[in-house]
């Protein structure tokens, strides 16, 4: 390689594995969280680099998928989960003539996403079987939101995205 890349070469350490597994978890949490609508991009970002960490292609993934990490995605599963639950009582509660709060049903189009991507984790870790379960407990609840929104444009968006996370979970 010659005298110039040795400097560069020299500098280069191994990959620490404990901070790989920090920064996946940090990235794990926020990438489950409720952040506002003008952090969205960065959340979809984070997203989009799990699932990078988790890919195993050519190369060894940065994760190496363990108990640990499937412990901490189903804890975080779990919390996106409830949160979801909480929106969808909400709406039912407060639904008014067929239409649902412009702020809410954002909220629920990113919960849709957002589950959407948990399952695409869920089958790389293959723990999808804990999200069928905790769908299932929840399907009833998105049923009636279903059924009671309109027909308008803005609602066919969120429909399409729940057969969507209803096909991931009827595949598992």
């Not at 489950?32 to 890919?55: F, G, R």
């Not at 991507?117 to 079987?129: D, F, G, T, V």
């Amino acid at each position: 390689m010659g005298p110039t890349a040795s400097p560069v070469l020299a500098r280069l350490r191994p990959v620490d594995p404990a901070l790989i597994l920090r920064i996946f978890l940090s990235a794990l949490q926020f990438a489950t969280s409720s952040p506002p609508p003008s952090l969205h991009d960065l959340k979809s970002s984070a997203q989009e680099q799990l699932e990078y960490m988790l890919n195993e292609d050519d190369d060894v993934p940065l994760v190496p998928v363990c108990d640990g990490i499937k412990f901490e995605v189903r804890e975080c599963m779990k919390r996106l989960l409830s949160r979801f639950s909480v929106l969808l009582d909400s709406l039912l509660n407060e639904r008014k003539e067929g239409y649902f709060d412009a702020e809410k049903c954002d909220s629920l189009r990113s919960y849709l996403s957002d589950l959407l991507w948990a399952c695409q984790i869920s089958i790389k870790l293959e723990i999808m079987r804990d999200f069928v379960n905790s769908w299932s407990e929840i399907s009833d609840l998105v049923l009636k939101i279903v059924e009671q929104a309109s027909s308008k444009v803005e609602t066919l968006g969120i429909k399409l995205k729940v057969l969507e996370v209803a096909a991931r979970v009827l595949e598992a």
